[in-house]
């Protein structure tokens, strides 16, 4: 343990938590962040979630890039896992973000985000970051776009943020405690996209000038095609 700025810091397997920077800012963040990785990734062969990048010259992966994207922006990471738990966790645990997992990932994405929002409102947090793990982690600048964006949302009312990419809506999603409340009142039976379509008004789509946004990746093919302009790679 050592100190930093009058604040006890414990590193977590060689890393220090970003909350200590936060709390020496002055900022107390009511954002947690939140990763869907419960997939099993059928089409592709393997998990999405370790899937290196960026590919052409591979640092991270979807996973560990995504947890480190987030961790820029506050103190707490979730990663929904399902049956690939023991495959993740080491790399949960190694980038110092934490597990939660889906008893019944069979039930499908939705459910993966009911467990994962659940475990944001336990925490006390009422926002959260949330994106998948098939989606290239967004440039950090999107990320801050979309934070300043979310709160000048909020303070009109709204329930969330959604990137915009060419008319193609992407992630990650901000959501506030009302977009949460909605997620987790809704029908197993549901889906996001029935719950975003069905408060369109409190939703505010902001357009980025970031690919990265609107990317999904499902297969071998749509993974190998990525080819990325060294200005849109990941910032060191």
């Not at 640092?59 to 987030?70: K, M, P, R, V």
């Not at 399902?82 to 499908?108: H, I, Q, T």
Request: with cysteine.
């Amino acid at each position: 343990m050592s100190l930093l700025g009058g604040w006890a810091v414990t590193p977590v397997l060689g890393r220090v938590p970003p909350v200590c920077y936060r709390r020496l800012m002055g900022r107390t963040p009511a954002f947690c962040g939140l990763i869907l990785a419960a997939g099993e990734s059928s089409r592709m062969g393997r998990d999405k979630a370790l899937l290196p990048w960026p590919p052409s010259a591979p640092a991270d992966t979807f996973l560990s890039a995504a947890i480190s994207l987030f961790f820029s922006h506050v103190d707490v990471v979730l990663v929904v896992t399902g049956k690939n738990e023991a495959a993740l966790a080491p790399v949960v645990y190694a980038n110092g973000a934490s597990l939660v997992v889906n008893p019944d990932p069979a039930r499908g994405q939705f459910s993966s985000l009911r467990v994962g929002l659940q475990e944001v409102l336990s925490r006390g947090r009422d926002a959260a970051m949330i994106t998948l793990v098939d989606r290239p982690p967004v440039r950090a600048e999107t990320l801050a776009a979309l934070e300043s964006a979310f709160e000048r949302a909020t303070a009109q009312r709204k329930w969330a943020v959604i990137p915009e990419y060419q008319g193609k809506h992407g992630h990650p999603i901000l959501a506030a405690r009302e977009m949460i409340e909605a997620f987790l009142r809704a029908p197993e039976t549901a889906n996001a996209r029935d719950i975003e379509h069905a408060h369109q008004s409190e939703i505010e789509y902001v357009a980025v000038d970031d690919p990265l946004a609107a990317i999904n990746v499902d297969t071998p093919e749509q993974y190998a095609a990525l080819s990325l302009p060294s200005q849109l790679l990941p910032s060191s």
